[in-house]
């Protein structure tokens, strides 16, 4: 297939302007537990929803490096929390995986949904998203 201006990558402007492949998964996550979400194709922007918990006190965090990757993901506040049912955050940002953990307050076990919109870049070609911000 001819790409005009270039052929799909991390630094084509065209394969984030055209509309993306969807993805879209869920689950439940206990307390202290963590999702990595892995995307088949490098993301053009991705929403998670906290859909709830079964016994109130719903908190997801949601992060760009696992909590047991030797960061501070956690401790630094490297993280964007959702603290209600259906509240949503949609993330502008080329990745290739996120992580998602559960620390509801309580015993409850708190529901998730990721929508994604997908590029036709391969996830090899990213590149491990650390640093200031991330993991320091």
């Known amino acids: 297939m001819f790409y005009p201006g270039?052929?799909?990558?991390?630094?084509?402007?065209?394969?984030?302007?055209?509309s993306g492949h969807p993805f879209?998964?869920?689950?439940?996550?206990?307390?202290?537990?963590?999702?990595?979400?892995?995307?088949?194709?490098?993301?053009?922007?991705?929403?998670?929803?906290?859909?709830?918990?079964?016994?109130?006190?719903?908190?997801?965090?949601?992060?760009?490096?696992?909590t047991s990757s030797g960061g501070f993901v956690i401790t630094n506040h490297h993280y964007v929390t959702l603290e209600s049912d259906d509240q949503s955050m949609t993330f502008h940002h080329k990745c290739k995986e996120i992580y998602i953990t559960c620390a509801s307050k309580g015993t409850a076990d708190n529901g998730f949904e990721v929508v994604a919109n997908l590029t036709g870049i391969d996830p090899s070609h990213m590149y491990d998203l650390t640093g200031s911000g991330l993991t320091d």
């Open 6 to 18: 270039g052929s799909v990558g991390l630094r084509n402007v065209g394969s984030y302007q055209i």
């Open 24 to 66: 879209i998964t869920g689950s439940t996550l206990a307390t202290g537990q963590e999702a990595r979400i892995e995307f088949p194709q490098v993301t053009r922007d991705f929403t998670v929803i906290n859909s709830g918990s079964t016994n109130g006190g719903p908190v997801l965090r949601v992060h760009f490096n696992s």
